[in-house]
């Protein structure tokens, strides 16, 4: 009883306030979801280029399926800068063995950095990628295209 007292008259002290994020990701920079859209369409645009390039370069080699998956930025909130993108994919070949019955599986994935130069904003990083065609598209600065970066990445 002595010691519920003791802790009952203990004062509190307020919890310390987190410091702000110094990155968030870019559907959320300058505020929650402020570039949604933005993303999603920028994001849809590269999911189709992928799809029409894939069969005839990406995709032609060891594995016979690749999937573009979750692509995600973060950005600097104190400059409004893009550090980096990372885009995931993955591939498969399945086969069955002709002995046993099993199917083999050989299933990689690749996570995959966009060529952001340093000082990209999220101004120009969404008008360098606007319009048809976005993963052949630089951004201002870069040394290659998405496209081109892919092709290292996926190989």
């Known amino acids: 009883m002595l010691l519920l ?24 920079y300058p505020r929650s979801q402020a570039n949604w859209d933005a993303f999603h369409d ?8 992928f799809d029409d390039v ?14 573009a998956f979750k692509l995600r930025c973060s950005v600097a909130a104190g400059t ?7 885009w995931a994919f993955a591939a ?7 002995a046993t019955g099993a199917i083999l599986a050989d299933q990689p994935t690749w996570l995959c950095s966009l060529p952001i130069p340093p000082g990209t904003t999220v101004e120009t990083f969404f008008a360098a990628l606007e319009g048809p065609r976005a993963i052949f598209r630089r951004l201002p600065g870069a040394q ?12």
Do not use: K, N, W
């Open 5 to 28: 007292s003791v802790l009952m008259a203990a004062p509190v002290a307020p919890a310390a306030a987190a410091a702000p994020p110094t990155h968030v990701d870019l559907v959320d």
């Open 42 to 49: 920028l994001r849809r645009r590269l999911m189709a280029g």
């Open 54 to 67: 894939c069969a005839d370069t990406f995709c032609e080699g060891a594995y016979s399926d690749y999937e």
């Open 80 to 86: 409004g800068t893009v550090s980096d993108c990372r």
């Open 92 to 98: 498969s070949q399945l086969e069955v063995d002709g």
């Open 144 to 155: 290659m295209s998405i496209f081109e970066s892919l092709g290292d990445c996926l190989r």
